[in-house]
């Protein structure tokens, strides 16, 4: 735990004007990033009796190891450079809002010749307009399928339509009249684009238009005693008002709205958004944050802003933004709106009116949001520090294992010998901080001489970055230790600047304990590797599969034995099953792939496509290799310099291993034909 007073700053260096700080620890990790009005006053605030400082700003200030700013020239400024920075070092201290799933969106792709209706989730792409998002995709399908009776777009992918433009057949649809069939040229690109431009003015709130005009149609045709077609508009009519019953009116001035509403305890926070598009609701999402720094309700307001509009430009940022609290610079936050826009944007309250009652409707959303998460986390979070704290106490740790990194190797009768490293923090997996690698030491199988070189690797990079970084202290080393790497011998980061810029490195940051899965052997293994780089302040221990009995390096006869019923016990299995299940996926991808390999491969200028044609002329890679010259020249695309080049790599290559009839044991082989016989 620091002191703040150690790297306070002097009085009179923090300039008073605005600007953004940085908060790092003594990794050189930025664990905390803010803006203020004027820096002297905001940060002044930090560095006072720790007594009188919020619990969670205690932790923060007390982590920290250094502080920094960056002056800019407005608030607005301040503002988009916070966001930056928070995107770009995910701070540990600052509020972030987890979306609590992947909201799916109707998306039109009018980059494309003939533009496609679809349900699309993830980052938008540019070219694509969006509408949304929706709770489930079944209510897109079900939206897009009454609305393709009068507006036929195209809905296939790419792969359908080029097999109905090469086949001259339409699909289905095209058939039974919900698409104007494109790919066979019943419309042509001008016409079928107009559709794709009607059914997004429709989608945005301009429904009225077209409801007259179809209704209009309708009775010309009933006069004109065309009854057929005047039922066909009629139905038409007909789905479209279902379409537009899916999403009733809220407001009646037709406002572009969105709604922001909070619901929050001391702990937590969860946020609900409703969309608001031509008077009706055509989207919702929520978000939940955990409150890592002291923050009120307008704080947490101007965050949600940030994280909803800060990748966002033109009309999904709408006119009015409605929220139950002003952030602290209400004008800065309207400016930094308005330039996403382009356009001016109104923040404001709502006061009265359809407005505030459904601002009510979106704040009892968000209760009922923040009540269920905490339903579901209750539990979680209390046996996560029951477990946490068994495996302290069991394995006499000093502080709880809040970072565990577990390894793993894995192969197949000693061919494509793989590790893996999976990562738990607070008791949960970070796969962002998962890694995997290849044995590279030796040749066969030999797990125990495996978990010794890849530990050895993991930390040598660790220790690497300490140096990079200038975190390594010289200590005496003990008894047949290795050196702390020289700058020299530093690999990719040789060349590289001794300021870190805060952001995660790959390896950087150690564990309070590190889990192999095997018995004693892998544990003395892994206990030597560290004491090999002169590190003695990381925790071993070895979880065996058989009785699932612990294994410390001290303890050559003695486990230690958890109960079955110990959540700690159920932790530590599970951080080595998932070790175990990363290990051998990349050890099965790794198999395929060399599986999958070809004499071809060598072939350098020789792609996919040009092998398979290859493949498709010949038959198969044997009646390839008997070829000639000027047999392979006929294939369309090879060259005479490609030929010569694969006819040299084949007279090269290695005979292939016959296959075996795993059922009978007999050798297959492959007739003039390509065929097994």
Known sequence: MADPSSYRPKPGQIPDSPGVYRFRDEHRRVIYVGKAKSLRQRLANYFQDLANLHPRTRTMVTTAASVEWTVVATEVEALQLEYSWIKEYDPRFNVKYRDDKSYPYLAVTLNEEFPRVQVMRGAKKKGVRYFGPYGHAWAIRETVDLMLRVFPVRTCSAGVFRNAARTGRPCLLGYIGKCSAPCVG????????????????????????????????????????????????????????????????????????????????????????????????????????????????????????????????????????????????????????????????????????????????????????LGLHKTKRASDLTTRSRALEEITEAL?????????????????????????????????????????????????????????????????????????????????????????????????????????????????????????????????????????????????????????EVWLPDDDDDPVVLPRSSEGLYLLQRVRDEAHRFAITYQRAKRAKRIRSSPLDAVAGLGETRKQALIKHFGSVKKLKHATIDEICEVPGIGRRTAESVAAALASAAPAAPAVNTATGEIIEEDDGGSAT
């Not at 495996?450 to 220790?463: C, Q």
């Open 186 to 369: 019943r419309v042509t690109p001008e016409e079928h684009r107009e559709l794709a431009d009607d059914f997004c003015d429709f989608m945005a709130g301009r429904t009225g238009t077209y409801i007259r005009r179809l209704e209009k149609d309708m009775m010309a045709a009933a006069e004109e005693m065309e009854y057929e077609r005047a039922a066909r508009l009629r139905d038409d009519v007909e789905a479209l008002k279902r379409a537009m019953e899916k999403s009733a009116v809220v407001l009646a001035d037709a406002t572009d709205a969105d709604l922001i509403a909070l619901a929050e305890d001391e702990l937590e926070a969860a946020v609900q958004i409703f969309h608001v598009r031509g008077g009706r609701v055509r989207g919702q999402r929520g978000w939940v944050t955990d409150k890592v720094e002291a923050v009120d309700t307008s704080s947490l307001v101007e965050h949600a802003l940030q994280q909803l509009y800060g990748e966002e430009t033109g009309d999904s940022v709408p006119k009015e933004v409605l929220v139950p609290a002003l952030p602290e610079d209400p004008e800065a936050v309207s400016q930094w709106l308005a330039g996403r826009r382009g356009s001016q944007v109104s923040l404001r309250i709502p006061q009265r009116g359809d407005k505030k009652d459904l601002m009510v409707t979106v704040q009892r959303n968000a209760q009922q949001a």
């Open 396 to 548: 006499g740790l000093d502080t709880a294992p809040l970072r565990i990194e577990c390894f793993d190797i894995s192969h197949l009768q000693g061919d494509d010998v793989v590790a893996s490293m999976v990562v738990f923090e607070d008791g949960l997996a970070r796969k962002s901080e998962y890694r995997r690698f290849q044995i590279k030491g030796f040749e066969g199988q030999d797990d125990v001489r495996s978990m010794h070189e890849v530990i050895g690797r993991r930390f040598k990079r660790y220790l690497q970055e300490k140096e990079r970084t200038g975190e390594w202290e010289e200590i005496p080393a003990p008894t047949g230790a290795v050196p702390a790497p020289e700058a020299s011998d530093a690999g990719p980061f040789e060349n590289e600047s001794r300021e870190d810029d805060g952001r995660p490195k790959r390896f950087a940051y150690p564990p309070q304990l590190v889990v192999v899965d095997g018995g004693q052997p892998q544990v003395a293994a892994a206990k030597r590797a560290l004491d090999e780089l002169g590190i003695d302040d990381i925790a071993v221990c070895g979880l065996a599969k058989r009785l699932e």
